[in-house]
Each structure stands twice: as structure tokens, then as C-alpha cells.
């Protein structure tokens, strides 16, 4: 069993930055790639990016490229997004997920494993 934590989320002023951390116990995260999703209310669980179990391949939603980066740290077990230049379209709960694949998709049926969730709201 994985256990997914997130952690990061919080308050911020438009324009501002933060950045998430997900700890994924076990060597089925570190073999797997990793993504975040994200659900704002009232809409469904949406994709925003994701990396593959080395972190040599990532890709991105089209709304936060150029201003989010995934990366990963499998000695640390560990996933970062750094998101910067935040709006207020970001604020949603933010979801870490571990797939059962070497790459990520885009699709949610590709993730197994999943995270509680972490708040991020974007104040204007």
C-alpha cells in the first residue's frame, strides 16, 4: 500500500507564489510516475501536471505552463509543484496521485493512489 501525503497549500495574494510537497512511502511511487490534480468548487477533478518516475519527461495543463514546475526527488520520495504567478482560477484542493505506469497521462484512471488533498486559495 502507498500512503500520499500533500502538504504547502495555503493563502495567497494573486501574483504570489507556493509550493506543494507530496510524500509517497514505498517503491511503488518511486518506480511510477506521479502527477497533481486539482478541484475547485462546484467542478470536476482536474489534471495540472505530471512527471515520470525518473523525472526526465513532464508535462503540463495548457492554463499553468510557463508558471508551474513539477519535479521529484525519489531519494526523498518526495514530488514538488512550484507554482508561481498564482490567479485566482488556481484556487481549488490540490491532489497528489501515484500511477502504475513509468509515465504519466492525463487521464485520472491512470492514478491508483491518491493524497487527502492540500487548500491553495489565490485572494485578488
Known amino acids: 500500500q502507498v500512503q500520499v501525503t500533500e502538504s504547502g497549500g495555503g493563502l495567497v495574494q494573486a501574483g504570489g507564489s507556493l509550493r506543494l510537497s507530496c510524500s509517497a512511502s514505498g517503491r511503488t511511487a518511486s518506480n511510477n510516475a506521479m502527477a497533481w490534480f486539482r478541484q475547485a468548487p462546484g467542478k470536476e477533478r482536474e489534471f495540472v501536471a505530471g512527471?515520470?518516475?525518473?523525472?526526465?519527461?513532464?508535462i503540463l495543463t495548457d492554463s499553468v505552463k510557463g508558471r508551474f514546475t513539477i519535479t521529484r526527488d525519489n531519494a526523498k520520495g518526495t514530488m514538488f509543484l512550484q507554482m508561481d504567478g498564482l490567479n485566482s482560477e488556481d484556487t481549488a484542493v490540490y491532489y497528489c496521485?501515484?500511477?502504475?505506469?513509468?509515465?504519466?497521462?492525463?487521464?485520472?484512471?491512470?492514478?491508483?493512489?491518491w493524497g487527502q488533498g492540500t487548500q491553495v486559495t489565490v485572494s485578488s
Open positions: 512527471i515520470s518516475w525518473r523525472g526526465d519527461s513532464t
Open positions: 496521485a501515484v500511477a502504475l505506469r513509468s509515465y504519466p497521462s492525463r487521464g485520472r484512471e491512470d492514478y491508483r493512489y
